[in-house]
């Protein structure tokens, strides 16, 4: 196991199409993030699962993105119907045990850059 | 809500020198803290990690303290090198991960 993989690692799409990214967390991690970034900020949670079952959603995840974990172990989420201020590095993170854990460690992937036209 | 900042949001320094970086948070009821390095256009590697239960932690030339009483934590970084040239990200866990913006540290040969 190699750490987080994030696909893909750059999307440039045109305003109103679907998006679609995947992560494939470590493999024994049980819980799975996805941060939003934009330049010059810090990364923005948008939602988090633990095995399954997704936790919490942030406000910032307008009805335009779904995220699902299926099987408890990839992720994938998906923006329809995308605006130009989609565009951001889309980031996955994965860790064992949750953030009530004092000795859980957040490992993250490469990203996802998406541009939108 | 917790609130994390990080000052200075950049910095540049002498290859060789000493320098701290800052973080705080408003919310003292934290699980642990988390330092990150990110390069550009990449993603974040972990750094440091500090239980709530921890002042500091150490890993070659960086050393991370923890003073969650007032909602503050400090990056050490010891002896400079322009490969240390990235933005560090600290992230305090309650409910989940808090992030701070960053401090884009550019250290010159």
């Not at chain 1, 893909?8 to 493999?27: A, E, L, M, Y």
């Not at chain 2, 500091?56 to 960086?62: A, D, I, K, M, V």
């Not at chain 2, 400079?80 to 990200?89: E, H, K, R, V």
Request: net charge neutral; proline share 4%; hydrophobic share 30%.
């Amino acid at each position: 196991d190699t750490g987080v993989s994030q696909d893909p690692r750059h999307k440039i799409t045109k305003r109103g199409q679907n998006v679609t990214f995947r992560c494939d967390p470590i493999s024994e991690h049980n819980r799975l993030y996805w941060y939003r970034q934009t330049l010059g900020q810090g990364p923005e949670f948008l939602t988090y699962f633990q095995n399954e079952a997704q936790l919490e959603k942030s406000r910032l995840l307008s009805d335009r993105f779904s995220a699902e974990r299926p099987k408890g172990s990839f992720s994938t989420l998906e923006i329809q119907r995308t605006e130009q201020g989609d565009s951001a590095m889309y980031l996955c993170a994965s860790s064992f045990g949750g953030a009530f854990s004092g000795a859980n460690v957040l490992t993250f992937g490469a990203g996802s850059r998406l541009t939108v036209l | 809500k917790q609130e994390v900042t990080q000052i200075p949001a950049a910095l540049s320094v002498p290859e060789g020198e000493n320098l701290v970086l800052n973080c705080s948070f408003t919310d003292s009821a934290i699980y642990n803290l988390q330092w990150f390095r990110q390069d550009p256009g990449k993603g974040l590697t972990s750094l440091l990690l500090i239980q709530s239960s921890q002042r500091e932690q150490t890993s070659g030339r960086l050393n991370a303290s923890l003073d969650k009483s007032s909602g503050r934590s400090t990056l050490y970084i010891a002896a400079s090198q322009p490969g240390d040239s990235a933005t560090y990200l600290c992230a305090v866990t309650g409910n989940q991960f808090y992030f701070g913006t960053g401090t884009s540290l550019t250290v010159i040969p």
